[in-house]
């Protein structure tokens, strides 16, 4: 589920047929738990069992989220902490959106994914938060049209799941952790040799590996003997991470003290919270 490199090969890829109906979760979990009495009868212990288990909860997971869209079909426009209103609605930034959209920030990474999701219609799982976050906190655009966007790509939109994780990435429901993915950490992480950005940004295919994270930092000479043109060929960063990040957390973190925040969590814990795992 983490890196772009591997998720296309590694992932079930079973969203779009679950999306469109092809295929159905009841078959999807009665196929995963006969999977798993056959690895046991074998005496399989190559990881196999763990993996299913953890396909298993995310099955459950999907009907999880579903059923919050059920039960509050607003979350689709409005925060589902209102606490939080007026946190971004005000700050549009359309020229950021632009960037953001057409992977032209600047962000290796960022716009590897974006690139590759217009084309392709799908991305892994951390990927879809990274570029979400990266959105909501770094460029510090409203939930509500990225969404947009975002759900026009897809070709496995579930709408519950799509905007339960919108606002989730975005922070605004007041019980989940606030995540800030760094950028260039994603790249050390799950694109260190660049097999994805290179695949993506052939701008940068000549970049080497301890650049790709920060290819505005390649020394003037070094990018001309490898013809790319920070600023030119390829964008500088159109935010100044470590600013960016400061900035959209210490935001965060003074709207979640908020009396009306708090408050409004407990409703929204109550309501859409995950109760576990019922014991029969």
């Not at 005496?43 to 196999?48: D, K, T």
């Not at 950005?197 to 295919?205: D, G, N, T």
Request: charged share 25%; glycine share 8%.
């Amino acid at each position: 589920m983490s890196s772009p490199v591997t998720a296309f090969e590694s992932s079930s890829r079973l969203s779009p047929y679950l999306t469109w109906g092809n295929i159905s979760i009841k078959q999807v979990y009665q196929a995963s738990v006969q999977c798993a009495k056959e690895l046991k009868a074998e005496r399989v212990s190559n990881g196999w069992l763990g993996s299913l288990s953890s396909f298993q909860s995310r099955l459950r997971w999907h009907c999880h989220f579903i059923q919050k869209l059920e039960d509050e079909p607003g979350l689709e426009f409005y925060n589902a902490n209102p606490g939080f209103d007026g946190l971004r609605e005000d700050e549009f930034n359309k020229d950021f959106f632009e960037a953001w959209k057409h992977g032209q920030t600047g962000y290796s990474l960022i716009d590897a994914c974006m690139r590759c999701l217009k084309e392709t219609g799908w991305l892994n799982f951390r990927m879809r938060a990274m570029v979400t976050s990266f959105a909501s906190y770094h460029l510090w655009l409203h939930w509500r049209e990225t969404g947009l966007y975002l759900g026009k790509l897809w070709i496995d939109d579930e709408p519950g799941i799509h905007w339960s994780q919108m606002q989730m990435q975005s922070g605004v429901t007041g019980i989940d952790t606030v995540r800030i993915y760094s950028p260039e950490k994603q790249v050390l992480d799950q694109d260190p040799k660049g097999i994805f950005i290179r695949q993506w940004v052939p701008e940068l295919a000549n970049v080497p590996d301890q650049y790709l994270a920060q290819p505005h930092t390649m020394p003037p000479m070094m990018q001309g003997m490898l013809g790319v043109d920070i600023g030119k060929d390829y964008p500088a960063p159109i935010v100044d991470s470590k600013k960016a990040y400061q900035l959209a957390k210490r935001r965060m973190f003074e709207a979640k003290g908020g009396v009306r925040v708090r408050r409004e969590a407990q409703k929204v814990l109550e309501k859409h919270g995950s109760r576990g795992r019922r014991r029969e």
